[in-house]
């Protein structure tokens, strides 16, 4: 019977060895996918006519709290949360539960409007557009704390 030294020949040290690291877990792929479109746009050159889009896009709601804009729902469909809470709003939350599944662009506004009006909480108001032909775009509340007199349907909310 052969000892271990005349099998595979000397030991190495334990001090000579290489840490091994332990194995990570997958990335998610929906996290990916997001990622490589957002690094897509940012590469992308803007164009003068997407510009002025961006910036022509309405409102369909303004939320204000204590008189300053606390976030916009756009008729886009996206939304901007300029003051936030202790508790953040989660958009993807809505939509991974199924909560917007089936509904129409003006719909799922709604729906964002009222979950995010219930996360800014108590003293919130918003100023609804519909549509409207006078509603104010990105370009007109750009960087603007307040941007003039409400112009939309107030609604009442009890957060």
């Not at 901007?80 to 939350?93: C, I, L, M």
Request: glycine letters at 10%; proline letters at 6%.
């Amino acid at each position: 019977m052969a000892g271990i030294g005349q099998i595979g020949g000397m030991l190495p040290l334990l001090s000579n060895m290489i840490p091994v690291s332990p194995a990570r877990a997958a990335p998610d792929p929906d996290v990916i996918r997001k990622a490589r479109a957002a690094m897509e746009r940012m590469k992308a050159e803007p164009d003068a006519a997407q510009t002025a889009r961006f910036f022509a896009t309405k409102a369909h709601s303004v939320l204000r709290r204590n008189g300053e804009i606390a976030a916009i729902q756009w008729c886009d469909g996206t939304t901007e949360v300029r003051k936030p809470t202790g508790q953040a709003w989660d958009k993807e939350r809505l939509i991974q539960q199924g909560m917007s599944a089936g509904l129409s662009q003006g719909q799922m506004n709604d729906l964002y409007v009222r979950d995010l009006a219930k996360t800014l909480g108590a003293g919130v108001s918003i100023d609804r557009y519909d549509g409207r032909a006078d509603a104010p775009n990105r370009r007109d509340l750009m960087d603007s704390p307040v941007s003039g007199p409400a112009r939309g349907r107030r609604l009442s909310l009890v957060a």
